[in-house]
């Protein structure tokens, strides 16, 4: 299950014969966390709810953003921006969020890295209010385009049209909302035709959704698309 906290609306049980192209927003809220200091940021990990760990390691992918962060998680842009400490934030960044199993993994693996690096620092890591970390949420909105996919060689068209929100909420939170694990393409491929497009899945399988941005995401899932309808079209 994603997650986000609550849905616009209800993911259907079992994927129709027509792909239905869905498109979707995330609503932030706060939560009452915040930290000023690495300390702070440590023992806000152990408490907030796990949306918040989701919604800063890949909410950001649908924040309209002014520059390029050098970190694709906030709490590694914050360390290292903030704080200043680029050995922290590298480790950080360095974080492979896709392996781990749950949520509550991914919690375990920061606050590990934060009391490794408290055992380090002969003086606390602080900054002002001004500078905190604000622990958010988030509200997925789902929304139907009204637009629908009939079979797998239509992809890599229907894909060029595909917003921010409709490749986050079918490639990236679909493989944790999701009891499979598998993005909402490839599981429609492989329900659609059985094993007569497993190429095109096992594309699908091999892309890192969790590296980039949403823009470099869909070239990557359009080229892993093409490349397999080439081989199940030999």
């Keep these: 299950m994603s997650p986000f906290d609550a849905r616009a609306n209800p993911t259907p049980g079992k994927l129709p014969e027509s792909f239905c192209v869905m498109d979707c927003a995330a609503l932030a809220r706060t939560t009452g966390y915040s930290a000023q200091s690495l300390r702070e940021l440590r023992d806000a990990l ?38 200043r400490d680029q050995v922290l934030a590298e480790r950080l960044a360095m974080i492979d969020a896709a392996a781990q199993p749950t949520l509550e993994d991914l919690r ?12 380090t620092l002969e003086s606390p890591l602080w900054v002002n209010r001004d500078r905190a970390f604000y622990f958010l949420s988030a509200r997925l909105v789902v929304i139907p385009t009204g637009r629908f996919i009939h079979a797998p060689a239509e992809l890599p068209a ?30 429609w491929v492989e329900d659609h035709d059985g094993g007569a497009s497993a190429p095109i899945a096992a594309r699908l399988a091999a892309v890192d959704p969790f590296q980039g941005s949403l823009v470099q995401l869909k070239r990557q899932v359009i080229n892993a698309i093409e490349a397999g309808l080439q081989e199940v079209s030999r």
Excluded at 108 to 119: A, F, N, P
Excluded at 174 to 186: F, K, N, S, V
């Design 108 to 119: 375990s693996e920061l606050v590990e890295l934060c009391d490794d690096r408290l055992d």
């Design 46 to 83: 152990l408490e907030v709810d796990v949306a918040s760990i989701y919604y800063h390691f890949w909410g950001g992918l649908l924040r309209p953003a002014l520059d390029d962060p050098e970190y694709m998680n906030d709490f590694a842009v914050w360390v290292g921006r903030q704080l």
């Design 158 to 187: 229907a894909l060029s049209h595909f917003s921010r929100g409709s490749i986050f909420y079918h490639f990236v939170d679909a493989r944790r909302r999701r009891e499979d694990g598998r993005d909402d393409l490839r599981a």
